[in-house]
């Protein structure tokens, strides 16, 4: 039984497997330009806009600042982010998480469009997809028809999770006219909340990725998984 017709993925920590090195790269810009922010502070940020995460962090800290300086401190760290980001990823291993290949080619046979919306900017976005050779397909849009259907990063919408500005844009993409028929699935709590923003059928978590189960059960969801396979799981007792 298909009852719908999109399944909107996120990448790091649900699809890509992520040893913490976003939080890492991020604590490395904190530590360089004298952000005060604490592990549980960035964590509970996880899936949103880096650049927002900054600018959140930023005012936080410097209450009563004008807005020349906090927008030059933000300016700064996510500079010395974007840099230590991209050095990573051009220089690391980057591998699906296991059982993305396999849930990926059941949706592909089943004529479900799979889309993978982002946190990242598009610079980071495409050597990610270029080192697992997902963007095998894409136009200059980001859509197509190979592997995925569609790619969305953060820098591409007016706003990042929770907002549903990617799902809609995925819609788009892949003429896809019901939210209603979307399934989405992350590993963060922005991602459940990115789900329930637009209006998804269902929406999904994964808890081997930066949140556990406990974490993510105290935001509204329709699902926990403890990895993308058992979600597999999942759908093929529903087919």
Not at 55 to 70: F, P
Request: hydrophobic share 35%.
């Amino acid at each position: 039984m298909k009852n719908f017709e999109m399944v909107v993925f996120d990448m790091a920590g649900t699809t890509v497997v992520d040893k913490n090195e976003v939080e890492s790269c991020f604590l490395e810009a904190v530590n360089q330009t004298g952000l005060q922010a604490t592990n549980d502070e960035i964590n509970s940020m996880m899936g949103w806009s880096k650049l927002t995460v900054f600018q959140t962090l930023w005012n936080r800290q410097l209450t009563g600042a004008s807005e020349k300086e906090i927008a030059r401190r933000v300016d700064d760290s996510y500079a010395i982010f974007r840099e230590t980001l991209e050095a990573h990823y051009l220089k690391s291993e980057i591998l699906p998480t296991p059982g993305s290949l396999e849930i990926f080619d059941y949706l592909r046979k089943k004529d479900v469009k799979i889309a993978l919306t982002t946190g990242f900017y598009r610079k980071v976005t495409d050597i990610i997809l270029s080192k697992l050779g997902w963007n095998e397909g894409l136009d200059k849009n980001y859509t197509g028809t190979g592997l995925i259907n569609a790619s969305i990063s953060s820098d591409q919408v007016k706003a990042g999770r929770p907002s549903p500005f990617m799902i809609f844009r995925a819609m788009e993409l892949c003429d896809v006219n019901d939210v209603r028929q979307i399934i989405k699935i992350g590993d963060t709590p922005s991602d459940l909340g990115e789900g329930k923003n637009a209006g998804c059928q269902l929406s999904l978590g994964v808890t081997n990725g930066t949140h556990t189960r406990e974490q993510l059960s105290q935001y509204e969801n329709d699902g926990l998984f403890d990895s993308i396979a058992h979600f597999h799981d999942f759908l093929i007792k529903q087919d």
